[in-house]
């Protein structure tokens, strides 16, 4: 199962949104609902943001949100914050006896 | 609250053996689908295993298959990995992380602080 293609980057300003894309194949984010994203600041551990592409688990704030378009999916960041500044993983469901796979990740900078 | 404590981790010659373990607390482990993700050293997340609440159904990923060994203690609340014949590549922090209760849907809302496995000579 291959790995879900991310920006390496995004960048944006505080109060700006910005948008990170994760692209897969109909055998998994285009297949299934079962997309996730996570957070992950230097030297801690991943942080569920969104399941089920655009559920927020509970304490997550609503600046964080999830759509999907086929085989692409997105995390949208809406009113930038400092504290935003991290690595954000996508991930989907595969249905396979492999069953989950990550992106590559994706380092949003708080200008 | 939910807690997942990693441990074992440590420095491993090339062929080596470790057995990583996971405890845990805050809720009814033997519910739960559980599994292993790993991030090697300034890379992205890789998952690596996962292990049905029952232990009746089992997954590994094609880069571990064959040399590691997922298993869990309900009675304990532990999950555990046996990794065998350890590569370079191995080297990685290890996580465990809380999957479903019904089935696997690969949204992981829990994670461990990690363990840190290094295979080297």
């Known amino acids: 199962q291959s790995a879900l293609t991310q920006p390496a980057s995004v960048s944006g300003s505080p109060g700006q949104s910005i948008t990170i894309s994760c692209t897969g194949t109909?055998?998994?984010?285009?297949?299934?609902?079962?997309v996730s994203w996570y957070q992950q600041h230097p030297g801690k551990a991943p942080k569920l943001m969104i399941f089920?592409?655009?559920s927020r688990p509970s304490g997550v704030s609503n600046r964080f949100s999830g759509s999907k378009s086929g085989n692409t999916a997105s995390l949208t960041i809406s009113g930038l914050q400092a504290e935003d500044e991290a690595d954000y993983y996508c991930?989907?469901?595969?249905?396979?006896?492999?069953?989950?796979?990550f992106g590559g990740g994706t380092k949003l900078t708080v200008l | 609250q939910v807690q997942l404590v990693e441990s074992g981790g440590g420095l491993v010659k090339p062929g080596g053996s470790l057995r990583l373990s996971c405890a845990a607390s805050?809720?009814?482990?033997?519910?739960?689908?559980m599994s292993w993700i790993r991030q090697a050293p300034g890379k992205g997340l890789e998952w690596v295993s996962y292990?049905?609440?029952?232990?009746?159904?089992?997954y590994y990923g094609d880069s571990v298959k064959g040399r590691f060994t997922i298993s869990r203690d309900n009675a304990k609340s532990s999950l555990y990995l046996q990794m065998n014949s350890l590569r370079a590549e191995d080297t990685a922090v290890y996580y465990c992380?809380?999957?479903?209760?019904?089935?696997?849907?690969?949204?992981?809302?829990?994670w461990g602080q990690g363990t840190l496995v290094t295979v080297s000579s």
């Open positions: 992380a809380r999957d479903g209760v019904l089935a696997v849907t690969a949204v992981f809302d829990y």
């Open positions: 805050g809720f009814t482990f033997s519910d739960y689908y």
């Open positions: 292990i049905s609440s029952s232990s009746s159904t089992i």
């Open positions: 109909s055998s998994d984010v285009g297949g299934y609902n079962y």
């Open positions: 089920d592409v655009n």
């Open positions: 991930s989907s469901y595969t249905g396979s006896s492999t069953p989950a796979v």
